[in-house]
């Protein structure tokens, strides 16, 4: 078939698609679920990459540098991802949909106003909007999975409270794997065509038992009491917040929503969406692709950042005295700079503006705790680190990133105990990761398995050129 064929027929095929789905929900009384729709996606999308490969797979992305070879791959176009795309000056957008649109856009608890991160998931698996009763139902069906088998439960018992959160994180989520449908329909003999049927059930398990994982290990490490129940009457975050001992206060479980939805995908790059895209290229299920990703967002280039923000400014208040001048704050800044070491929650491999992540976490700061005084260090070092960064002139990027606000957010509500915020982070990153691998599972994503050279090789390859 012809590219301009292929295409028509791709439209066509989504035209169909669309009907199909309307017809659904005008005649159908019971809401269209996820997987319903997914269904009905997969096979237009299959055959638009079909269509994209057939135009454009022989065309050339531009020359690969050497030094990106060295640096990190910064910028090399490797990967595809359709949830969310990463600008470097105006940021994330989730299926084109940027942060305050979506908090317009995606429906919201009773009496709430920040986005359902069920909303986000439906949107980033399907580029549509939910309806209330759509994200409803999702809640209802992750409350109906949120249990963990015993001996999980057990695991986490046994670690000793001073393993680092995420680490038990980690183990938990892996050992998830013992009960995969993936894994089971794989040794079964499932056809390829049928694999992202059993991924997405391991992806919907797998986000919804992360509340009572959490929960878990926070009361495990920190005290708290008995686990409550998860709610099948209510949201995800709420029982998130409900799990950790905090659904008392109705802005903590306004701002999981928040939180969650903006953590939950930073497109396909980063380490923690890369790394469960990779591991998830193997063919393991979607337990173990994520208990990998958690361990790349245990990094504190990554992740971790969160809790070194507020490491580092409750030490730079134990420096300098509360309320410090704008003098003495630039100072420890430098003296950061001069120890050779870097200013967590600044700078991005991709990001060159403020993150909108940061802004929105802002907005809430303002709307909610305008008079914390960690709120007020926190503008203060705002408006003194890009500075002193573009002084330095090192950093590409001078701004603030997600990580340098979430923490303050949290403390002010009575979570204190920061080597827990990347396990909330990691929550949120499920949502991204495992509506990765559906999609790359229903398009048939293959091993990821790019070339690396040696540096002799290097020297042999580039001796007589010159460009
Ligand atoms: C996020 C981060 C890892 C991106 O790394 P990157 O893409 O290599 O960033 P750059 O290209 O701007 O780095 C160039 C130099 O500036 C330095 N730099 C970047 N951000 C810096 C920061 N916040 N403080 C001090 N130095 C910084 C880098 O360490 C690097 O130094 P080097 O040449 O001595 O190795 C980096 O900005 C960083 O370490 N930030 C702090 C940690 C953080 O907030 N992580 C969360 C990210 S969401």
Redesign the pocket.
Known sequence: MSSAALRSAVQQSRRSALARSARFASTSAKAQTLKERLAELIPAEIENVKATRAEHGKKSFGPVLVDQLYG?M?GLPALIWDGSVLDADEGIRFRGKSIPEIQQALPKAPGGSEPLPEGLFWLLLTGEIPTQEQVTALSKDWAARSSLPSFVEEILDRCPPTLHPMSQFSLAVTALNHDSAFAKAYQQGISKKEYWQPTFEDAMDLIAKLPNIAGRIYRNVYGGGKLPAIDADKDYSYNLANLLGFADKPDFVELMRLYITIHSDHEGGNVSAHTGKLVGSALSDPFLAFGASLNGLAG???GL?NQEVLIWLRKMQSKIGENASDDAVREYVWST?KAGQ????????VLRKTDPRYMAQREFALKHLPENPLFKLVNQVYNIVPGV?LEAG????PWP???AHSGVLLTHYGLNQMNFYTVLFGVSRAFGVASQLIWDRALGAPLERPKSYSTEAIKKIFKDKTA
């Open positions: 990190g910064r504190p280039l990554h950042a700079l870097v200013v967590p929650g600044y700078g991005h491999a960064l090192k950093a590409k990027n990133n997600v990580d």
